[in-house]
């Protein structure tokens, strides 16, 4: 199963084998469970199956994803799990090493994998995701298992079934997991399915709406739709505390309404057996219960923390819902305001990072990955950017320090520094940069040819433009006379990237 048909937006959810993240269509799995006592192998099954297990009297074949991905063996942790999917009709359990998030993904932001797994062996990864943390595999199910391997599935006959199951597949611990999106408001901490949550994203610029005032604090635009955002700690007459850094807004839908919450910090994923979200106690009644999944307790070293587990659909009253949907529509029926200039300028997909103090940005369609600073290996008379070259997954990647590319004096390596491999026409290197600011959609023409600036580094800026609220200044290098001037470089480097703002 690959993409949703019904809509171009498909949700997947991701989750770790040996450190790399793969995603799996959501209509495609039935549930997710705890790695259980124990699994019966089977004799002469295939190198990748683990055995089968009994689920609430249903026998499943399990297979372990490292074995099926050749990639090392492990010890299971607590954070272990078993995805129960659909493969070909059959459900089939995976062993994963965490599940991480469920992520909506437009079917335009799907690209073919890349070379290195797009050999026949591999034929059940049909696309690949870029993202800030590297590249999303995904995965069709119904391409991970050969069916007559499948077969193995109904080797046990019905009568067998029932009457050898209870011993040998006794399975103890197999409840449904929940994932919720943890956060706090003001000094209390609460929780929603992460089902209902779209995205996260950092404050945006709110604009007023004065007649709603006293429902919502404001709209704000995210991918071309107004969007109603509240502040969630007023719902529960909390009292305001000043935004920070950390402040962060929940994009949630539950099929009525797309809106965005505002929390004061995100502050973890809980992963949580279906059975240990219990029933408000009976003080708590009336719309404050409705407003409730439940309580979770998390036990944290010696002492007990209480969550509160929302329940989104409650959280507003039908006339509310009414009243937003309203705005919402009528806001998204406004013709755009913006010049016809900018109207009809190309929307590029930009990363940002930094460089010493600077800002700079790439295009999103050049990344390749994203990784953390790797072992080098020194290259003897290399250029004095050049840090070294490093073996990612079979590829020799050369790997350029940016700042002293720019003629700038390296900051230390830290735990922030990112390595971005670019590829441009078949050509491959890694970008060494200083942090990781994230990625933005703008309109090209917000970029301009840069003046004033050393003609050596006017051929590797594509342009200057300021593209946020903030006025920052970013930087849009040009990929691929950065990697030919690299390549052909004359041992002269001019220190100062910028001669005049």
Not at 2 to 15: A, E, G, M, N
Not at 229 to 251: H, K, W
Request: proline share 7%.
């Amino acid at each position: 199963m690959k993409l949703d048909p019904r809509s171009d937006i498909s949700q997947f959810v991701t989750f770790m084998v040996n450190q790399e993240i793969f995603g799996v269509l959501i209509h495609a799995v039935e549930e997710i469970i705890t790695l259980p006592d124990k699994i019966t192998p089977v004799p002469r099954a295939p190198y990748y199956f683990s055995g089968m297990i009994n689920l609430r009297g249903e026998v499943i074949s399990v297979i372990d994803l490292r074995n099926r991905f050749h990639m090392p063996a492990a010890v299971p942790t607590n954070m272990t799990r078993i995805l129960i999917v659909s493969v070909n009709g059959v459900k089939v359990g995976m062993i994963v090493d965490a599940v991480t998030r469920v992520l909506p993904i437009n079917s335009k932001d799907v690209r073919p994998p890349p070379a290195i797994v797009s050999r026949s062996e591999s034929s059940y990864i049909f696309g690949s995701v870029r993202q800030n943390e590297g590249v999303l595999l995904l995965i069709d199910t119904d391409l991970l298992i050969d069916p007559a391997e499948l077969v193995l599935h109904n080797h046990i006959p019905k009568d067998d079934k029932k009457t050898n199951l209870a011993h040998p597949l006794q399975v103890s611990k197999t409840y449904r997991e929940r994932i919720l999106i943890g956060f706090r408001l003001n000094q209390d901490y609460y929780a929603l399915d992460i089902n209902y949550v779209e995205e996260i994203i950092e404050m945006p610029k709110i604009t007023l709406v004065p007649e709603m005032a006293d429902k919502i604090e404001g709209i704000f635009y995210q991918r071309d739709q107004a969007l109603p955002i509240l502040r969630l700690g007023r719902r529960f007459l909390l009292p305001d505390i000043a935004y920070t850094e950390d402040t962060s807004v929940l994009i949630v839908n539950d099929d009525r309404l797309m809106m965005g919450l505002i929390v004061d910090q995100i502050t973890e994923v809980f992963h949580v057996l279906e059975n240990d979200i219990v029933p408000p106690p009976p003080n708590i009644s009336g719309r404050s219960a409705e407003q409730l999944d439940g309580i979770i307790k998390i036990k944290r070293n010696d002492h007990t923390e209480v969550i509160m587990a929302l329940n989104l659909p409650s959280l507003l009253t039908e006339d509310e819902q009414a009243h937003l949907q309203q705005l919402r529509d009528e806001l998204n029926d406004i013709e755009d305001e913006t010049s016809e200039e900018e109207t009809h300028s190309e929307i590029i997909s930009i990363l940002k990072f930094k460089v010493g103090e600077e800002t700079f940005a790439v295009r999103v369609l050049e990344i390749n990955e994203i990784t953390t600073i790797q072992k080098m290996v020194r290259v003897p008379k290399a250029p004095p950017f050049v840090k070294g070259v490093i073996n990612l997954r079979g590829d020799v990647i050369t790997i350029i320090e940016m700042a002293t590319f720019f003629g700038n004096q390296p900051l230390p390596v830290s735990e922030k520094t990112r390595i971005i491999i670019i590829e441009v026409n078949d050509q491959k290197a890694g970008f060494q940069v200083d942090q990781i600011l994230g990625i933005d959609h703008v309109p090209y023409n917000l970029f301009e040819k840069p003046v004033g600036i050393n003609r050596q580094y006017n051929e590797f800026v594509e342009g200057i433009g300021r593209t946020s609220e903030k006025g920052e200044i970013v930087i849009l290098i040009d990929t691929p006379e950065t990697l030919s001037q690299a390549e052909f470089y004359d041992g002269d480097i001019e220190p100062a990237l910028l001669e005049s703002p």
